[in-house]
């Protein structure tokens, strides 16, 4: 569908450099097949395989009442608190205490403002005897030695590229064992 060079359509090259494979098919539901908009590969890609990455570039259309609807006002309150016994009784004499104060809630006032004071009610109960959830922050993993890793290996897939033999095919064998193995044990010390 999408015309290219040749160039730019072989996702995979044997070991020997002269046998090329296209196989950059896309897989889309037939709703969608008018939302791509091109299909190609880029031999740049550092993906640690033998094969190049296949990238489709596509167009979304998104309604604009769902992404308001989805918003957050960023204020996430600790309901792990709630498993505590203490925590849980605390939170009741807060809402009860506050919803008393409500009952004098007369029929010519607006529905809407009491329902405003019924929320900020709850919210500020949560917030006194539950507190606010902490959100995790996610320590990067990737060190120097990584990135000295991946240059290796790039470099590596580069020399087997430009003289296809079994030496070179088996030096960046070791080299992804090597690098596949460090960053896997970067990750889990962290």
Not at 28 to 37: A, F, G, P, Q, R
Not at 39 to 65: I, K, M, Q, Y
Not at 92 to 121: G, H, M, P, Y
Request: include cysteine; proline fraction near 2%; charge should be positive.
């Amino acid at each position: 569908m999408f015309p290219h060079r040749n160039g730019h359509k072989y996702t995979w090259t044997s070991p020997d450099g002269q046998t090329h494979n296209q196989t950059d098919q896309t897989l889309i539901e037939k709703t969608w097949h008018s939302s791509i908009l091109d299909v190609r590969f880029f031999r740049g890609g550092d993906s640690d395989t033998d094969h190049n990455v296949v990238v489709a570039t596509f167009r979304e259309r998104l309604a604009l009442s769902k992404q308001i609807a989805r918003r957050f006002d960023g204020e996430r309150f600790n309901l792990r608190k709630l498993n505590e016994l203490e925590c849980m009784k605390k939170y009741q004499i807060k809402i009860t205490n506050r919803s008393a104060a409500l009952e004098d809630f007369s029929d010519s006032e607006d529905i809407n403002r009491a329902w405003e004071n019924v929320k900020e009610n709850i919210k500020t109960s949560a917030k006194d005897s539950l507190g606010l959830q902490e959100f995790k922050q996610h320590k990067p993993w990737v060190d120097e030695e990584c990135l000295g890793l991946l240059d290796q290996r790039k470099q590596t897939k580069i020399q087997w590229l430009q003289d296809p033999n079994q030496i070179s095919f088996d030096n960046l064998k070791n080299v992804r064992h090597e690098a596949n193995r460090h960053f896997k044990k970067t990750r889990r010390n962290i």
